[in-house]
């Protein structure tokens, strides 16, 4: 996985940067947190993680076909070329609600866990600039 994930997240965090703002901020909780391009590059690789193979928490609370459906619906955001359109985000805004529903059954720790290692790797190695904590 980190063997895809690295040049992914490498690949997108510099371009996210230059994603139009006037995208961000009108959907959503959007509307009161605006959303930073580093957010969008770790949460573009979350989406293509999950879109490649259901995530192994989901597979084991909910079965395999509930791990599928949830590939299908982040497979649909990455055709809907998030984030840059506004159809992504309503999309985006409407998988989110999904996954949280039902007492956050369909909660992706699994690709949570290696968002998290992939980060490590790439500040270890230094392969992306991570935004200072005033940029946070």
Same mark, same amino acid.
């Given at each position: 996985?980190? *063997? ?8 997108? @965090?510099? @371009? ?5 703002? !006037?995208?961000? +901020? =009108?959907?959503? %909780? #959007?509307?009161?947190? &605006?959303?930073?391009? @580093?957010?969008? !590059? ?7 993680? %999950? ?11 909910? +079965?395999?076909?509930?791990? =599928?459906?949830?590939?299908? #619906?982040?497979?649909?955001? %990455?055709?809907?070329? @998030? &984030? ?5 985000? *309503? ?8 996954? #949280?529903?039902?007492? *956050?059954?369909? *909660? ?14 790439? %500040? #270890? ?12």
């Amino acid at each position: 996985v980190l *063997n895809k994930a690295l040049p992914w997240l490498c690949h997108d @965090w510099p @371009w996210l940067g230059l994603c139009p703002l !006037a995208i961000f +901020g =009108q959907t959503g %909780m #959007r509307n009161v947190v &605006p959303i930073a391009p @580093w957010e969008s !590059a770790i949460i573009k690789l979350q989406l293509r993680l %999950m879109a490649d193979d259901p995530d192994s928490l989901i597979v084991r609370k909910c +079965g395999q076909t509930v791990g =599928q459906q949830v590939c299908r #619906r982040a497979s649909e955001m %990455m055709e809907l070329d @998030w &984030p840059h359109t506004q159809q992504s985000w *309503n999309g985006f805004d409407a998988f989110d609600l999904w996954l #949280r529903a039902d007492g *956050n059954r369909l *909660n992706p720790g699994t690709t949570a866990d290696l968002i998290a290692a992939t980060l490590f790797a790439v %500040m #270890r190695l230094e392969l992306i600039e991570f935004p200072s904590r005033d940029q946070i």
